[in-house]
């Protein structure tokens, strides 16, 4: 039996790692590598793998939107920073993941895994690879990571006031702290619950529950008083004036 695997993380190191703890089996090969998202669909699509070690947090598309955006079915086994209670799901689908720093104890597991679901048909793989895009489709964004010096913490979204995108960057803020994260206000506005979030401004999205008030401006305009500790105030662009006062 032969396991023809492509490795997708845009981190040269971890697939280098990856890499090296594979060789120990004989029956897999390593048939390519990809940086990001949009390559590893493009070779996962041309090349059809048996098997893809898939980093979950990467620049641009992640690892859940490659997943959504593959027409093929391979086995996915997730590579990822997020914690075991938010992966749980995922064994329930036969998708298997990887805490990193990856061990090899770990991935012993995971082959074992992956051996048993190469007797299992394909259409069994698909249905379970269609429950796990119905999962992902609802708590994709139960949490958000982002790096604070060589950590990672893990926001829940319902903990985020607003995000808001300046100087090339897109920045959450939370009651008492803003970090940077890995997404455009566009990629947010596709994965966010719209009965929390909305947009009130080609650079402002904001959470509907932290609202305090809706302040008139001049020039049509309002402003939206928050909840955090500062007690921001957020300009709503004219576009989206109907949209907020229908809350």
Known sequence: MEIRVILVDDEELARRRLRKLLGKYDEVKIVDEARNGEEAIEKIETIRPDVIFLDIQMPGLDGFDVVRRLTVKPFIVFATAYDEYALKAFEENSVDYLL???????????????????????????????RLLSHLSYSSLARLQVKVGDKILLVDIDDVVYFEA?????????????????????????????????????????????????????????????????????????????QIRSL
Request: hydrophobic share 40%; charged share 35%; aromatic share 10%.
């Open 166 to 242: 300046k100087e090339k960057y897109t920045f959450l803020h939370t009651m008492d702290h803003e970090h940077i994260i890995d997404f455009t206000l566009a990629e947010l506005e596709a994965k966010l619950d719209t009965a929390s979030f909305i947009r009130i401004h080609r650079s402002i999205i904001i959470n509907v529950n932290y609202i305090r008030e809706l302040v008139k401006w001049f020039g049509g305009k309002y402003k939206v008083r928050l909840k955090d500790k500062s007690g921001t105030e957020l300009v709503v662009s004219r576009g989206y004036v109907d």
């Open 100 to 130: 990193k720093p990856i061990e090899q104890k770990r991935l012993d597991a995971a082959m074992e895994k992956l051996r048993r679901l190469f007797d299992a048909s394909k259409l069994k793989l698909s249905e379970n690879v269609e």
